[in-house]
């Protein structure tokens, strides 16, 4: 069945293409008689338009991208869900890239997205970018550009993150309140945002609490999950921490190999706290204390800052960072009583 376009509307209804095309925009320079005639009758023959063709006579795609590191980490996949429930909302299509922890391929995939000549872009970056060059020329383009969790130190734009201070203070505080002093925090790679704030407030804990801050009992780890068990179990034998605060559930859950590879008790001999609560937390043996992050909202609040932005080109938005609360849940990983 070929489908009704514009001008079979118009030649139905005797009213000029562009006077149907207003009216289905709900344009104020039409009538309301006229623009009832025409929707009522767009819903008779059920008229659906050609998004492809109104973006081209716009300028527009009626799409955006979302670069994210790794879509099989549940905390990015419930983020992308959250851009695409706003992004159905306001009739947009989402065009998903993944970096795979690689600058280089994030990088391309900024490439494309600027190829497609899409509408804007939602960005979390990758466990190794420290040249945000190429960001800062597509930012000074115009380009509506937004980034969520992992986002750029120093550079101006509009940016979603979680409260990670607080989270680690609270993650460690916790583990203190519990009787333990010896705290080793396993974190991401330096260069990213989350781990310094992450950091900063597993610091602030212990100063809080009288504990003195130790460098040795904190060790960096890269995206390769094979190298960080065999660097957590030497860790765990040499510096013998009591608590572990992990700055991701994903370290964490490595951290749990390398303690059961050891034979180390958990909670008995070590207590666990990770960061993010993903999925699985609950399901692991113990389940794992986390600090929960609201993944969807972070989506969602990005997503709603980034088509204000598109649909508003006329004005210009000062740049803001939304920060959204974070919540301790304690499970058996953490907690001999439980």
Request: contains cysteine; proline residues 4%.
């Amino acid at each position: 069945m070929q489908s009704v376009t514009i001008k079979d509307i118009a030649k139905a209804l005797n009213l000029s293409t562009s006077t149907v095309s207003r009216a289905i925009r709900g344009s104020y320079e039409i009538s309301e008689n006229t623009k009832k005639l025409v929707l009522d009758y767009v819903e008779k023959v059920n008229y659906r338009p050609n998004p492809i063709a109104i973006g081209l006579k716009e300028n527009k795609t009626n799409s955006i991208g979302i670069i994210v590191p790794v879509i099989a980490n549940s905390f990015f996949s419930n983020a992308i869900n959250g851009v695409e429930e706003v992004a159905q909302e306001r009739g947009y299509r989402v065009m998903i890239f993944q970096t795979q922890e690689n600058s280089k391929k994030e990088k391309s995939c900024l490439e494309h997205v600027m190829d497609q000549r899409l509408d804007g872009l939602i960005m979390s970056l990758s466990g190794n970018t420290i040249d945000y060059k190429y960001i800062q020329d597509i930012l000074d383009s115009n380009f509506p550009m937004v980034f969520f969790d992992r986002v750029p130190d120093g550079v101006e734009a509009n940016k979603v993150v979680a409260d990670n201070f607080q989270g680690a203070f609270n993650a460690t505080e916790h583990l203190i309140k519990a009787g333990r002093k010896r705290i080793g925090h396993i974190t991401s790679p330096p260069v990213l945002s989350i781990t310094k704030e992450r950091l900063a407030g597993y610091k602030a804990a212990l100063g809080a609490n009288g504990i003195e801050y130790n460098e040795n009992l904190v060790r960096y780890t890269d995206f390769n999950y094979d190298v960080m068990e065999q660097n957590l179990r030497e860790f765990m034998l040499n510096e013998r921490p009591d608590a572990l605060f992990a700055a991701s559930d994903r370290i964490a859950l490595k951290c749990f190999e390398a303690a059961n590879s050891l034979e180390i008790k958990i909670p008995e001999e070590i207590l666990f706290v990770g960061f993010t609560n993903l999925d699985v937390a609950h399901l692991l043996s113990p389940a794992l204390t986390t600090i929960t992050q609201p993944a969807q909202e972070l989506g969602t609040r990005a997503a709603e800052i980034l088509f204000d932005n598109i649909e508003n080109t006329k004005s210009k938005f000062p740049y803001k960072t939304v920060q959204l609360p974070v919540s301790l849940n304690i499970r058996k990983s953490s907690s001999i009583e439980l």
